[in-house]
């Protein structure tokens, strides 16, 4: 299995794809993770390659309790506050860290095999299977396809959430921008300003 993994990022968009091949993926307000196990060694990475293994134990003893050894997972760190949206706020806090889940959306490799050259959705069917038994912290993001992307955003807008990300289900995880998965976030969301914050205070 490869040592190393670089996340793939998706492209910013004004409107969500409507095409027969994309997939559609709840947008959650949380921290990019790279979830790594080699035996009993488990790993959390940040998409800068920092290393929060320790900060959060839930995902990492939930990664212990899965039958495969050996696989790479990609995902979202998330602290889900009462009405089950992800809370920025506290995870950013730190005063949840034994509570922090992960969304996995993306499987890169399994049981020693390298799967980014695969299409989409035949990794998303191994990262299903191998989360089968639903670990405690570790949850598939459930995900939408086709025509129905349009509609998705309004309603998750509506919900008051962060927005969506469509990717192409042919295609093989590319590290770095990737025209094949696009975000569109709901501007009335807090973190659509956080990150206009962010901008603006680089530009200084």
């Known amino acids: 299995m490869p040592s190393t993994f670089e996340p793939a990022l998706p ?7 409507s095409g027969p091949d994309s997939l559609h993926e709840i947008k959650h307000d949380g921290y990019r993770m790279m979830l790594i196990r080699e035996a009993k060694v488990v790993r959390l990475r940040s998409k800068t390659g920092l290393d929060w293994t320790q900060r959060f134990p839930w995902i990492v003893e939930s990664a212990l309790k899965l039958r495969q050894d050996r696989f790479v997972i990609d995902g979202e760190a998330v602290v889900l506050g009462v009405d089950g949206i992800s809370d920025f706020d506290a995870l950013q806090s730190g005063k949840y860290n034994n509570e922090v889940q992960l969304y996995a959306f993306d499987m890169l490799a399994g049981e020693g095999d390298d ?4 299409p989409l959705f035949l990794r998303k069917q191994n990262l299903a299977r191998l989360l089968v ?5 570790i ?3 459930p995900f939408e396809q086709g025509e129905i992307g349009p509609d998705l955003f309004r309603a998750a807008c509506r919900m008051g959430l962060e927005g969506l990300v469509s990717k192409h289900r042919e295609r093989a995880y590319r ?8 975000k569109v976030k709901n501007r009335d969301h807090p973190g659509y300003g956080r990150v206009k914050d962010v901008a603006r205070a680089k530009r200084r």
């Not at 038994?133 to 912290?137: F, G, I, M, Q």
């Open 133 to 137: 038994r639903r670990p405690e912290a």
């Open 115 to 118: 799967y980014r050259k695969l």
């Open 11 to 17: 492209v910013k968009a004004a409107e969500v794809p």
């Open 175 to 182: 590290a770095g921008r990737c025209d094949h998965w696009v």
């Open 139 to 141: 949850q598939a993001a």
